[in-house]
C-alpha cells in the first residue's frame, strides 16, 4: 500500500510546487484546541511533598535542641564574624597560590623536558593521593620534622648546620597546606584547558611571527579559560568548605573551629553549627553568583554549539536601528 | 645587504623532510620568482603542505636548503657548519610571510578587526589607532567592511577565510602561503574566496597556493607544480601540464578531479 502510495505523494509534491507555497502565505489551518493530558500522580507527588517540607520547617522552627535564640545570638557576635572573615581569608589565599602554583605544575606537565614533566607528575601523585586532613596533620608537624638543616655535599661532607628555631604561624602553615593540595587539582584543570585549545591557534601565531609569550598570553590562554573558569569556580567553593579541616594542623581561628570553641564553653554545639553553616551559606551563595557573571564573561566569541550569539548581536544591532529611526522621526 | 631583484621569493634545494621512517619530501628543488604564483596540486599525502610549511620553517627539513628572499630558513651558515635559529630570529623570518591555512586559524575570542590588528601591535609594535585604520583598510579589500566587529563564530567559512588573508595581509608579507585555502568551504562559499586571492595575485604579489582547484591554477597560476609521493613529478605552465601532461602519474591524477 505505502509503497505504491509513497511515489504518487512525490510527484504531486513535484508537480506543484507553487501552489502549495502560495497556499502557505494565504491560509491557515485553525489552531488546535486539545484537551490537555492530565497528570495526577505528579500533582499527587508535589502536594505531599510540599506538605513534607512545611512539617519540616515547622519542627524545626520549635524544637528545643536548636536553640534559635542562641542562634540570633551569636550569629553577628565579633568572634563568628572574625572568624567568619580569616575563613574567607584562609580561602582567598589558598586558592591564589594554589592557582599560580597549579599553572606552574601544568605548564610543567606540558613541557618538553622530561625531568619537569617527571617532578610535576610525582608532586600530583603525592598531593591528590593522600587525604587533604592527612597533609595538614603533616604541616602542622613540619617544625618536628625540619629541626635541623645541613648544607654540604651529602653523606660526605657538612660546612653548615643550622637549627630551625623560627615557628611560623599557623595561618601561614593552613594557607601553605591548603594552597599545595590546591594546586594538584588546578594543575589538572589549568592542563585540560590549555588542551582544549585547537593546535592550529598557536601555529597560525607562529606563522604572524609571535612570540611563545605572546602566544599563550593573547590567544591560547584566554581560550583556555572558557574551560578553566567553571571548574575553578566549584574549586573556590569547595575549598571555602575545606579550611574547616585546618583543626588538623591545629588551627582554630576559623568559622568551624571559632564556633566549635565557643559551643564548648557555653554547652550548645547544636545551634553554633546552625550558625557557621549559616555563614558557610552565605560565602557558597555568593561565590555561585560570581561564578555565573564570570562564566558569562569568558563565554563571549567563539562558542559555536551556540550560533545564537550571532542572532542575538545581528537583532540588537536591528533593535538599535530602529530606536534610532524612530527618535529621528520624533 | 641588497637583495638583487632576481633573487628568487622561493628557491628549495634537494629539499627532504620525514616523518619518523615516514619520508614525506624526497629532494625536491624548484624556484618561485617575484611576482609569480606557483600553485601546487597532488593527491592527499603527496607532501604538498608539508613543503609549504617547510617554507616558513613551520616544520623543520632534514636535509637541502631551503632560501626566502635569498635568506636561509631556519638556519644561520656559517662555514660548512649550520646553526639553528633561536626562535625569535625564526618569528622575525616569518613575520615577513603570510599564511593562510585551511582551517581559517582565526583567534575565536576576538573580533574580525581585533584578528586582523593583533600581530602588527603584537610583532610590528605598531599602535592600536594605525593597526585599527589599516585593519579596516584590509577588510574593505576582502570585501568585510560591515563584518568587522564580528567574532568568527557569526561569519561564514568564506568569510572568516578572507578574515584570515586580511591577517596575513596586516603583517605585508612579501610572500603570501595558501594551504588548501578553499578545501573546507561550502561549495557556494569557494568562489568569494579565490576572487580575492585572484585579486591579490593581480596586484603583484607573489604566492604559493596548494590547491585543489584546477581552474584557479590554470586562471590565475603562472606555474604549477604536479606532487606526488613526496616529489615533484610535473611542473612547468599550468595550461601546459592541466592539458598536456605528460607524466602517467599526472595524467591519473587529471583524469580523476577534472
Known amino acids: ?330 | 645587504m641588497t637583495v638583487a631583484t632576481d633573487t628568487p621569493m622561493v628557491e628549495a634545494k634537494m629539499v627532504s623532510k620525514s616523518f619518523g621512517s615516514n619520508e614525506v619530501l624526497k629532494s625536491i628543488s624548484l624556484r618561485v620568482d617575484r611576482g609569480q604564483v606557483m600553485c601546487v596540486i597532488g593527491p592527499s599525502g603527496s607532501g604538498k603542505s608539508t613543503f609549504l610549511r617547510c617554507i616558513n620553517h613551520l616544520e623543520r627539513i632534514d636535509a637541502g636548503r631551503l632560501y626566502v628572499d635569498g635568506e636561509l630558513m631556519g638556519y644561520r651558515e656559517k662555514g660548512d657548519k649550520l646553526y639553528e635559529l633561536k626562535p625569535a630570529e625564526a618569528n622575525r623570518q616569518r613575520r615577513d610571510i603570510g599564511m593562510v591555512f585551511q582551517h581559517f586559524n582565526l583567534f575565536g575570542h576576538m573580533t574580525a578587526l581585533e584578528n586582523v590588528m593583533e600581530a602588527p601591535i603584537r610583532v610590528k609594535g605598531a599602535t592600536k589607532k594605525d593597526a585599527a585604520a589599516r585593519g579596516r583598510e584590509l577588510l574593505a579589500r576582502v570585501g568585510l567592511a560591515n563584518q568587522a566587529g564580528h567574532y568568527p563564530a557569526q561569519l561564514s567559512g568564506g568569510q572568516q577565510q578572507r578574515v584570515a588573508i586580511a591577517r596575513a595581509l596586516a603583517m605585508d608579507p612579501k610572500l603570501m602561503l595558501f594551504d588548501e585555502p578553499t578545501s573546507a568551504l561550502d561549495p557556494e562559499l569557494v568562489g568569494e574566496v579565490l576572487d580575492v586571492m585572484r585579486e591579490l595575485a593581480e596586484s603583484g604579489m607573489t604566492m604559493v597556493v596548494v590547491t585543489h582547484e584546477m581552474g584557479f591554477a590554470r586562471e590565475v597560476g603562472d606555474a604549477v607544480v604536479f606532487m606526488d609521493g613526496g616529489v615533484v613529478v610535473e611542473s612547468g605552465d599550468p595550461h601546459e601540464v592541466l592539458t598536456n601532461p605528460q607524466h602517467q602519474r599526472t595524467k591519473a591524477f587529471l583524469s580523476k578531479v577534472l
Not at chain 1, 509534491?13 to 489552531?31: C, I, K, L, M, Q
Not at chain 1, 585549545?197 to 591560547?220: F, H, I, K, Y
Open chain 1, 1 to 330: 500500500m505505502s509503497d505504491t502510495q509513497r511515489p504518487e505523494g512525490a510527484d504531486a509534491a513535484a508537480s506543484t510546487p507553487s501552489v502549495d507555497t502560495a497556499a502557505v502565505h494565504t491560509e491557515r489551518a485553525e489552531t488546535i484546541r486539545a484537551v490537555r493530558l492530565r497528570h495526577p500522580w505528579r500533582n499527587t507527588v508535589a502536594v505531599v511533598l510540599i506538605l513534607l517540607v512545611l512539617l519540616f520547617v515547622l519542627d524545626a522552627a520549635q524544637r528545643e535542641a536548636f536553640q534559635w535564640d542562641i542562634v540570633g545570638k551569636y550569629i553577628f557576635d565579633t568572634r563568628v564574624t572574625q572568624a567568619a572573615f580569616i575563613t574567607l581569608a584562609l580561602t582567598v589565599l589558598a586558592m591564589l597560590f594554589g592557582i599560580i602554583l597549579g599553572l606552574i605544575l601544568a605548564v610543567m606537565r606540558l613541557s618538553p623536558n622530561p625531568v619537569l614533566k617527571w617532578i610535576a607528575w610525582a608532586f600530583l601523585w603525592v598531593f591528590r593521593g593522600t587525604p587533604v586532613y592527612v597533609q595538614l596533620v603533616f604541616w602542622g608537624l613540619v617544625t618536628l620534622i625540619y629541626k635541623t638543616v645541613y648544607v654540604g655535599i651529602p653523606f660526605v661532607h657538612t660546612w653548615a648546620e643550622f637549627t630551625i628555631t623560627w615557628t611560623p604561624p599557623l595561618f601561614m602553615l593552613a594557607v601553605i597546606g591548603l594552597a599545595l593540595n590546591e594546586s594538584a587539582y588546578m594543575a589538572e584543570i589549568v592542563r585540560a584547558g590549555l588542551l582544549s585549545v585547537d593546535p592550529g591557534q598557536e601555529e597560525a601565531c607562529t606563522a604572524l611571527g609571535m612570540s611563545w609569550g605572546q602566544t599563550m598570553g593573547r590567544v591560547v590562554v584566554p581560550q583556555a579559560m572558557r574551560v578553566i573558569i567553571p571548574p575553578t569556580g566549584n574549586e573556590v567553593i569547595s575549598m571555602l568548605k575545606t579550611t574547616s579541616l585546618v583543626v588538623a594542623i591545629p588551627y582554630s581561628m576559623d568559622l568551624f573551629g571559632r564556633t566549635s570553641d565557643i559551643s564548648a564553653t557555653i554547652f550548645a554545639p547544636i545551634p553554633l553549627l546552625i550558625v557557621a553553616s549559616i555563614w558557610y551559606l552565605f560565602f557558597t551563595s555568593v561565590l555561585m553568583a560570581g561564578q555565573y557573571f564570570v562564566e558569562k564573561r569568558f563565554a563571549r566569541g567563539s562558542d559555536r554549539s551556540r550560533p545564537a550569539v550571532g542572532g542575538v548581536v545581528v537583532g540588537a544591532e536591528g533593535v538599535a536601528g530602529v530606536g534610532i529611526d524612530v527618535g529621528g522621526k520624533g
